[in-house]
């Protein structure tokens, strides 16, 4: 699996990603049951509120190798600030159009 992160911009401050990473690297939370090699092609923000630039960022991610989208947990879980996005649906149904069906897209991290 070759996956791309897509993050809260809001989260920049808050969150080094390290937790996201951690994931990959144990192949916990969401990459629990991934028997193969996981290799992280990109970690990126959405672009900011209403994660304007998030399509673009995504449709980067897959011509540099990504055959997965995840989106950080601080999107749809809200980690660490404890507000989760209010665009991630219209994000990740965007991004599912744009990106179609052979790019899988993974709802949180951890």
Excluded: W
Excluded at 14 to 22: A, K
């Amino acid at each position: 699996m070759k996956v791309g992160i897509i993050r809260c911009q809001q989260t920049e401050d808050y969150c080094p990603g390290t937790t996201d990473f951690r994931m990959v690297r144990e192949k916990q939370g969401v990459f629990e049951g991934i028997e193969e090699e996981i290799e992280i092609i990109g970690f990126i923000n959405c672009g900011g509120c209403p994660a304007k630039k998030a399509v673009l960022r995504a449709r980067e991610l897959v011509k540099r190798g990504a055959d997965t989208i995840a989106f950080a947990s601080c999107i749809q879980k809200g980690t660490p600030i404890g507000y989760p996005c209010p665009f991630a649906r219209k994000m990740k149904a965007l991004i599912a159009k744009d990106l179609g069906e052979d790019i899988k897209l993974l709802d949180y991290t951890h």
